[in-house]
């Protein structure tokens, strides 16, 4: 079984974005706000906008499920307050909640959060328990900069952020540390911001110690961790000359890294690198990079070849495309379990 | 001959740092700002704090020459104002220049920028000019992201930034796109600020046009090209979906990267992934990661060993330890053809 541990919802049909632009248009003026259920997206409509481009890809190159996230670069969390990412995030997992429904072999959901700058972390809380409890999702993105790019919340070992960490640890839940989209002029979205917050991520983990306090929580890193196995001794020497233990025992029992490198040099490094278990089969398709590339003649997102092509055994490619998703998100185990996976 | 791009001068004497320390103090009370004579180095000390370090450590391992500049984290150019950053430029560089004066065969210049958040760029002219005039320097630090990592200045590709790129058009000397310490608690300085940086800006300009107005104009990323390397096909896709020619059509004759990349795999993935004309040998020895690497018995940032062991021809590495370093820095080129090299 091969499990895409991120994938985001960026087909929604228009209507969704139409229903944000109203919501953003009506921020000086709540009266004008849309209501939610002024929404309208009909389940015909849910499964052509799935079938016709996650599904038909998935079917090509033999995936079985994916992890089903909102949009991220879409969370926008920097946009309104509490109450505009409330009524998003809402509307965005319960999207996401329908699509599994209508697809519940291929698709199981991730929650994004209500997060807005400044906000408390345990105002967050409900969503996630709605998206947990009722719609059976088994995941959560979180975004560890909810400014778009201007990194004004402390790193995510504060103790700010331990209310969520909390509520994670109950559910057995993993998060995905996963900035939406940049509003700072300096940083393109998805070439630089999303490259910077995964290693900035995983470089406050290095820094901190949110692991003794947390010793069961799972971060997943995505985008193969931004800049970290490439600059694997790098990080290794800075966690020595900190006085922290080895990587693999500071961090590496609740910091995973997904397959979203889109060539296959990067995959040969990161799975060179990273011990196999701390690997997780993605490619976040459809997203950032759509094109073909000239140089294979395949997707840049088709990121199983690239595992197919990596020096790894048939064992070690079993872990990364099921059996470490499986571990690291045991609600998705559990659900599998229950139909007979 | 071996030609290290990327050194600072990491070990001056502590009075240069309890200089700073008055000069910062004073920062509110502009009477008690020392003066820039009430800094008292004598020459010994400075052969000293050179000797028995870079220099050292450039013997046993087999580096002829470095380019050297000011430490990159004490440049901290989001402390004070315009004047702050002036006196303590001018200080910095002329301490480099004094170095290089001492070992005129090891060490050759390049300078800090008195740069200031919000300032306009044509103001660091004049210590560009003495330091290209006076000193000698070859090349120079230019920091993307003077608030010191707030980000509040505009992209490298914006109007803003041509008055120093005229300048070093003029000079034909590249600059070194270099950050100096975060002031921001999100960014670990040197495990996620300085690559962070370098992703960053290597996407500004691959989102821009920068070359077409200034087709000689050479930027030299530092740190292996912070994430950029290892997710080249990333860059390859984002840039398709730009609508920009191919990267080494729109970048490669203006961006080069350093080989600041602490481990094997590392370098093995920047040998196979970028051209090897646009690789500088550089270890940026003595700076952030000073250990032994446990794994390999030797320095993490003897990256020459990394060169050595990496899948290349002779003439290969003969590029990157000299050949792309002359090209890229003709000055230097040209003061070791006046030395008979």
């Keep these: 079984m091969i499990i895409d541990c991120h994938g985001h919802y960026t087909t929604a049909p228009p209507a969704l974005e139409a229903w944000r632009n109203r919501q953003v248009a009506a921020l000086g003026n709540p009266a004008a706000t849309p209501k939610a259920s002024e929404l309208k997206i009909g389940d015909d409509e849910l499964r052509e906008s799935i079938a016709s481009n996650q599904l038909k890809k998935m079917k090509e190159r033999g ?9 991220a670069s879409f969370m926008a969390h920097h946009i309104g307050d509490f109450e505009t990412s409330s009524a998003w995030a809402a509307i965005c997992n319960e999207l996401c909640h329908r699509v599994a429904g209508l697809f519940p072999d291929e698709f199981i959901g991730a929650a994004m959060l209500p997060q807005s700058p ?6 967050w809380i409900p969503e996630l328990e709605r998206c947990v409890k009722e719609y059976g999702f088994v995941g959560v993105n979180l975004n560890p900069d909810p400014s778009g790019g201007h990194w004004t919340s402390p790193p995510l070992t504060d103790r700010h952020w331990y209310p969520i960490y909390e509520k994670l640890v109950e559910y057995d839940i993993p998060a995905m540390v996963h900035v939406s989209t940049s509003c700072n002029a300096c940083f393109h979205a998805t070439g630089a911001h999303y490259l910077n917050a995964d290693t900035t991520a995983f470089m406050q983990c290095l820094s901190g110690d949110l692991f003794r306090d947390f010793p069961t929580l799972r971060l997943v890193i ?18 020595e000359m900190l006085k922290k233990p080895l990587l693999r025992d500071h961090l590496l029992h609740n910091i ?5 490198v889109y060539h296959q040099p990067g995959i040969d490094l990161l799975t060179k690198v990273i011990p196999v278990e701390n690997v997780l089969f993605a490619s976040e398709m459809i997203g ?8 294979t003649g395949f997707a840049y997102d088709d990121t199983k070849r690239y595992i197919e092509a990596a020096a790894l055994t048939p064992q070690q490619r079993k872990q990364i495309y099921e059996g470490n998703v499986r571990r690291v998100y045991p ?3 559990a659900a599998l379990r229950r139909r007979g996976h």
Tied chains: 1, 2.
């Design 63 to 71: 995936i079985d499920l994916t992890i089903f996230s909102p949009r």
């Design 118 to 123: 400044g906000v408390d972390p345990a105002t």
């Design 222 to 239: 995505p985008h193969g961790g931004g800049a970290v196995p490439y600059h694997w001794g790098r990080f290794r020497g800075l966690a």
């Design 256 to 260: 995973f890294f997904d397959t979203c």
């Design 288 to 295: 950032a990079v759509r094109g073909i590339d000239p140089e």
């Design 331 to 333: 609600r998705l185990d």
